[in-house]
């Protein structure tokens, strides 16, 4: 079974930066069947992204993914007030341990 | 619009046993395989169990060590998950999510199981 590990942990960055996340697979996803989701406490997670870089119906066009084989990124241009909160990437039965972007 | 809205979250004591229900509405259930997904409380996310369109097929993590157990009614739009031997490290909220396109797209507000003494 596929192992997901993302970095960094915690993501310390100001509304209006570039925000930056990986998730590297234990061995090569088949079909780059890698999505990412966006959590909110209180919220049921979110569906960004799926098929690597397929936007989900209604996220932003400042969401976008990235990578193939076992190297994968989510990438926000530019945060929003909005998008701090916990991203998880999630390949078959297999999440990453999630990253926090915070409020620096 | 895609509405999954779980029930059956409860406090149970260690060793009991739990059913949860998942009522689905706003899509053609039956053209969807529909998972379990699980948070415990401070952790990450975690899939439980999928079961495809027409119940036939189903799938547990190995973690649960068989003591879940995934089922569908597509008569009444019904997703259930049975619990047993409870534990407190399966204390969390337990989301019924539509599962296509190898990922999940479609999430309930999920329901909060407490393992607890």
């Known amino acids: 079974e596929v192992v997901l590990t993302q970095s960094p942990d915690t993501l310390s960055l100001s509304p209006g930066e570039r925000a930056t996340l990986s998730c590297r697979a234990s061995?090569?996803?088949?079909?780059?069947?890698l999505a990412w989701f966006q959590h909110k406490p209180g919220q049921p997670p979110r569906l960004l992204i799926y098929?690597?870089?397929r936007r989900a119906t209604g996220t932003p066009d400042r969401f976008s993914g990235s990578g193939s084989g076992t190297d994968f990124t989510l990438t926000i241009s530019r945060l929003e007030p909005e998008d701090f909160a916990v991203y998880y990437c999630?390949?078959?039965?297999?999440f990453g341990q999630g990253t926090k972007v915070e409020v620096k | 619009e895609v509405q999954l809205v779980e029930s059956g979250g409860d406090l149970v004591q260690p060793g009991g046993s739990l059913r949860l229900s998942c009522a689905a509405s706003?899509?053609?259930?039956?053209?969807?395989?529909m998972s379990w997904v699980r948070q415990a409380p401070g952790k990450g996310l975690e899939w439980v169990a999928k079961?495809?369109?027409?119940?036939?097929?189903?799938y547990h993590a190995g973690s649960l060590e068989g003591r879940f157990a995934i089922s569908r009614d597509n008569a009444k739009n019904s997703l259930s998950l049975q619990m047993r031997s409870l534990r407190p490290e399966d204390t969390a909220v337990y989301y019924c999510?539509?599962?296509?396109?190898?990922?999940?797209?479609?999430w309930g507000q999920g329901t909060l199981v407490t393992v607890s003494s």
């Open positions: 999510v539509t599962d296509h396109d190898a990922t999940f797209h479609s």
């Open positions: 706003g899509f053609t259930f039956t053209t969807y395989w």
């Open positions: 079961v495809n369109e027409d119940g036939n097929e189903k």
């Open positions: 061995q090569s996803v088949t079909n780059n069947f």
């Open positions: 098929g690597a870089s």
């Open positions: 999630q390949s078959y039965g297999a």
